[in-house]
């Protein structure tokens, strides 16, 4: 019997998606890729009809049987995906005691993240500060702490959004803006940490403890197009919004909605084809 946590696959349409051998970014561990692979072959596509599911899966794989929580919607480089927080393999003589091991997984998960709202009060304060100076005007929450099939694990970090609503209205502003949320979330109090993703990702607020929550923040600024995949559009219209005093939830679903409108269709075919982008991320040895 083998546990795994957070194991991702590519469930998308482009005829161009590498098989999960080839997509090495997307594996920490060399010998998940077999098991992203049967998942990718029960679960090829990422739709709306397998976020609505919650039931727990359970997949036979030649001597072996697979058992796991439901898929949530996940995104890497330019593609969909789909993702399994926990995820047990045993064998066929095995089940029963995988499945108390899985249900004892689980429980951890969701103990982990009843505590959710105790950490967001320790980082509510500097997203309130920043709402009032202007910085930000929307936060929505995504992930395992978040999605209604998540199960954290005890490395996930809790991923925010900050939405912009102001449009970008000269060159340079969405850099600007970063570097004032760095600057306040660097400065500010509180035993927590921050990353903050941009075009990669940095730290810009260490916690004291190591058993603080760390926060992951992306800025999204008015005028965001983004790639058309349905991940995208999920967050956008299902994110869950953080109470931030001040703004109300319906204002706060209302901006968000307004984010989602304004997504470009899928144009990854044409942009591919135009070398915008690329099958593989860049300094990826795929050979």
């Known amino acids: 019997m083998k546990v795994y946590k957070g194991v991702s696959w590519i469930a998308d349409k482009l005829s161009v998606a ?3 051998k080839d997509a090495k970014w997307m594996h920490h561990r060399k010998e998940e890729v077999w098991l992203s692979s049967v998942f990718r072959k029960r679960y090829p596509l990422s739709t709306k009809a397998i976020f609505k599911g919650k039931r727990d899966i359970k997949v036979k794989n030649n ?15 330019i593609y969909d ?4 927080d ?12 995988a499945e108390k091991r899985f249900q004892s997984e689980k429980s951890a998960a969701l103990k982990r993240k009843s505590n959710l709202s105790k950490m967001l009060s320790l980082f509510s304060p500097s997203l309130a500060i920043m709402h009032k100076k202007g910085i930000i005007d929307v936060v929505i929450g995504r992930g395992s702490y978040f999605d209604v099939n998540g199960y954290p694990s005890e490395k996930d970090d809790i991923d925010l959004i900050l939405l912009k609503e ?10 600007i803006i970063n570097e004032k949320i760095t600057e306040f979330i660097s400065d500010s109090k509180g035993d927590f ?10 730290t810009i607020k260490k916690p004291l403890n190591k058993h603080a929550p760390t926060f992951s923040l992306i800025l999204i600024m008015k005028g965001y197009n983004g790639l058309g995949t349905l991940y995208e559009r999920y967050v956008l219209e299902k994110g869950v919004p953080v109470k931030i005093p001040g703004l109300k939830v319906n204002d ?3 901006i968000t909605r307004k984010f989602a409108s304004n997504l470009n269709k899928d144009t990854r075919e044409m942009q591919l084809r135009e070398n ?4 593989f991320p860049k300094n990826t040895n795929n050979s």
């Open 81 to 84: 995906c789909l993702k399994v």
């Open 63 to 77: 001597k072996n049987v697979i058992i796991a929580t439901h898929p949530r919607p996940y995104e890497q480089w």
């Open 276 to 279: 915008k982008l690329t099958v």
């Open 18 to 20: 590498p098989s999960e």
């Open 86 to 97: 926990i995820a047990i393999v045993c064998r066929r003589n095995e089940i029963k005691a």
């Open 166 to 175: 102001e449009k970008p209205n000269y060159a340079g502003s969405y850099k």
């Open 252 to 254: 706060a679903k209302r």
């Open 193 to 202: 940490g921050v990353n903050l993703i941009s075009f990669d990702e940095k």
